[in-house]
């Protein structure tokens, strides 16, 4: 049986069901935009990883555990009942960075069906189940803080770029849900529908900057950060982590699969 490349993989009859919208399998691996290995394929002993990926994914998880750390304990440590709703923006947001961070990594990278199918099924659980529930809380918290104490949007860069993450990231959801669930069909399905998905792969790896972005522009320069903590445990908090988080995740990256040209 002849062998063939990466790059004429044929698409598997085998079917592996994901999670649609509703939390229910309705998708193959037929729909998924990425090609499954047939038998007599090389990929199908391919390790999935390469050399520096376990370190890079430890980095970024060990980095990002430490920013949420900080997170918790800052507000945890400082009387966080006197406060009203403002706490819980910091808490669950940070808890929401750290969903996507899994989220991304379990998808990164796969290179069999079975794996592909496991690790798109656990990044929807991750950043639908857990992560975007966190943000959509965290930020309702921090709306009504605002209007009850008559504070105005837009006072800082903090909030200029947490107001442009929301909007990515709504942005985001719909192309990645669109591209995958009932086949594509929101976006023509089939072909049309895959060649979405390297616009949302470049797409959530932008937005993973840009919300980490965000966190280090509140969580090093925000007044009440500054007057709550200690420089250096800011400094490491909300610079090196975040800086490490991205790098990390960026290391693991596979330009092959978001060719544009």
Not at 48 to 59: C, F, P, Q, W
Not at 122 to 132: D, N
Request: with cysteine.
């Amino acid at each position: 049986m002849p062998e063939h490349t990466s790059d004429e993989l044929m698409e598997s009859e085998e079917q592996y069901k994901l999670l649609d919208a509703s939390g229910h399998p309705e998708i193959s691996v037929e729909h998924l935009p990425f090609p499954a290995p047939t038998m007599g394929s090389d990929s199908i002993n391919k390790s999935e990883e390469r050399r520096g990926d376990k370190i890079a994914a430890y980095s970024a998880l060990g980095s990002i555990l430490i920013f949420v750390c900080i997170t918790w304990f800052t507000v945890l440590t400082n009387n966080p009942t006197s406060m009203g709703w403002f706490p819980a923006h910091p808490l669950l947001l940070s808890l929401g960075i750290g969903c996507f961070t899994y989220g991304i990594l379990t998808l990164q990278p796969t290179a069999h069906p079975k794996t592909k199918s496991a690790g798109l099924q656990r990044h929807q659980k991750a950043m639908l189940v857990f992560g975007f529930p966190c943000i959509a809380l965290g930020i309702l918290a921090v709306e009504i803080h605002k209007f009850e104490l008559g504070y105005g949007h837009f006072a800082t860069w903090h909030g200029i770029f947490g107001f442009l993450s929301v909007g990515w990231l709504l942005g985001q959801l719909i192309l990645g849900g669109g591209s995958v669930w009932y086949g594509g069909a929101a976006f023509g399905g089939g072909t049309k529908a895959k060649m979405l998905w390297k616009y949302h792969r470049l797409s959530g790896y932008v937005l993973f900057s840009l919300l980490l972005i965000t966190a280090h522009l509140g969580g090093a320069w925000s007044a009440w950060v500054t007057s709550h903590s200690h420089p250096v445990v800011r400094f490491v908090g909300y610079t090196v982590a975040p800086l490490v988080a991205i790098l990390a995740i960026y290391a693991r990256v596979r330009t092959s699969k978001m060719k544009f040209f």
